[in-house]
Nanobody, 123 residues
Framework: QVQLVESGGGLVQAGGSLRLSCAASGRTFSTYAMGWFRQAPGKEREFVAAISWGGSRRQYADTVKGRFTISRDNAKNTVYLQMNSLKPEDTAVYYC????????????????WGQGTQVTVSS
């Protein structure tokens, strides 16, 4: 069992930055691939970024590539999402998630989810 708690969301102007954190419970955190997804009002939840259990591999959605960076600290049971050059279209609830096994961008392969944190980017 893994419990995930996101933090770091808020209101920011376009062009600004935010860093999201996701704290995980459980001693097996380092064996899970981790991902960030987001959901805007009226839209499907979509993949944002993922990182392998050891942190050596990362994947990004095309819409955030070059602006967002995912990282993890297994000693702290935490995964991060650094978001730079934010745009109004990045406004959404951001969720972190944990998947057994290899890195994946597929939503249904993630077994555990956090409650989400709101990110609002004003123009």
């Amino acid at each position: 069992q893994v419990q995930l708690v996101e933090s770091g969301g808020g209101l920011v102007q376009a062009g600004g930055s935010l860093r999201l954190s996701c704290a995980a419970s459980g001693r097996t955190f380092s064996t899970y691939a981790m991902g960030w997804f987001r959901q805007a009002p009226g839209k499907e939840r979509e993949f944002v970024a993922a990182i392998s259990w050891g942190g050596s591999r990362r994947q990004y959605a095309d819409t955030v590539k070059g602006r967002f960076t995912i990282s993890r600290d297994n000693a702290k049971n935490t995964v991060y999402l650094q978001m730079n050059s934010l745009k109004p279209e990045d406004t959404a609830v951001y969720y972190c998630a944990a998947a057994r096994g290899d890195i994946t961008i597929v939503r249904h392969e993630y077994e555990y989810w956090g409650q989400g944190t709101q990110v609002t980017v004003s123009s």
